[in-house]
């Protein structure tokens, strides 16, 4: 079986010199010299002005961006359904409330425009809005900073899948994933950057149970990376071109090979660095998924059912582009849209075979529903 993710680690023997370091300086956590190496040169990565917050994961990122901005137990939060279920479940473990819009057709990311036409109908209550880089494609930091300032409401981007590609502006908290998959994974980690340093000192606390000089003075929990976490990080940085350069390589064989197949679309994004490959055909994703399968070729439904149509959000509010509850962009890329193999191993003959088993699945050629291919 041709696997959909392959994880690019760096090599055992790269990893030693750093843990004799940790060894050496008797720090395994809480804040040690390995993750303060790391934590800088992720702030050089991000660009002039960036705090650097790492964390143990992207979901502690988002529930520790979520808890500083100080919003009243319940208040509502605007987020598309079109995401992994840990968006949400960070909103949920914040005490807020999460409150469900459809996304852009084209890029498939909640946009400014459709989180202003929700925010009136959502009501007086709506304290902060989570746009989500799907699958990697960045949303509009600038757009956003001024939605803030227009709305009054906060904004925190869950970024899982893009970091290197998605920008920082004012007033924005952004959450990254460095799980073992992403473009730059360390095995498990995240982050929560930013332009405002002392939000991103506050972000600190609460991942180390609210402490700060040996008293709680604010709610917390245990979200801190650990050392030798940290070292793979630095290790990863260090390999990040390397890795980017193969993975553009694979992106671009697939964006000239899937361009001659009427009847597939790719998400519309400015880049070629993604973090998955995602295709809408017209057809079930699960007609697709059992054609490939037959042909030994992993594929993965990604947000599918997206949270709209999972049992634990069954309550939630939805706000759909008429004002009514129907999300008819989400539910067409969730029964329609396919996650394909995408990592830097793959070779030219891997995606001739993927795109192959693709041009042979069944009525594949018919155009996807809510748009043209």
């Known amino acids: 079986m041709l696997p959909v993710l392959v994880p690019d680690m760096p090599p055992p023997e790269a990893l030693m010199p750093l843990l004799e370091a940790i060894a050496r300086s008797g720090r395994f956590t809480n804040f040690g010299p390995m993750v303060g190496r790391f934590e800088r040169d992720l702030a050089d990565l991000l660009g ?116 290197g590609r998605q920008g920082l502006a004012d007033g924005l908290l952004v959450a990254f994933s460095l799980h073992a998959t992403k473009p730059l994974g360390i095995g498990e980690g995240g982050l929560v950057a930013g332009r405002d340093a002392d939000r991103i000192a506050r972000v600190r606390r609460a991942i180390n149970f609210g402490l700060e000089n040996g008293t709680v003075t604010a709610g917390g929990f245990n979200g801190k990376l650990s050392e030798m976490a940290a070292a793979v990080g630095v290790l990863q940085l260090a390999r990040r071109e390397d890795v980017a350069r193969r993975r553009l390589a694979v992106r671009q064989a697939y964006r000239a090979a899937l361009a001659r197949l009427p009847g597939v679309r790719l998400q519309r994004d400015d880049g070629d660095a993604a973090a998955v490959l995602v295709v809408q055909t017209g057809v079930p994703a699960e007609t697709v998924a059992a054609a490939l399968a037959d042909a030994g070729i992993e594929t993965r439904r990604w947000y599918a059912p997206p949270l709209h149509r999972q049992p634990r959000f069954a309550g939630c509010r939805r706000i759909g582009p008429d004002g009514g509850p129907d999300l008819p962009v989400t539910d067409g890329l969730a029964d329609r849209a396919i996650g394909l193999p995408f990592h830097g191993f793959l070779t030219p003959d891997d995606v001739g075979r993927v795109v192959g088993a693709l041009a042979a699945a069944p009525d594949r050629h018919r155009p996807p529903a809510g748009g043209r291919a």
């Open 48 to 163: 002039p002005g960036a705090a650097v917050c790492t964390t143990s994961s992207c979901t502690a990122a988002l529930e520790a961006a979520l808890g500083v901005l100080d919003l009243a137990p319940g208040t509502a939060v605007l987020l598309p359904s079109f995401t992994f279920p840990a968006t949400a479940l960070a909103v949920c473990r914040a005490g807020l409330r999460p409150v469900f819009c459809d996304v852009d057709p084209q890029t498939w990311t909640l946009t400014p425009a459709i989180a202003r036409d929700a925010l009136p109908r959502a009501g007086a209550g709506t304290g902060a809005v989570v746009p989500v880089a799907a699958f990697g494609c960045p949303v509009p930091a600038d757009e956003w900073s001024a939605f803030s300032r227009d709305t009054g409401a906060a904004v925190v981007v869950d970024a899982a899948a893009a970091l």
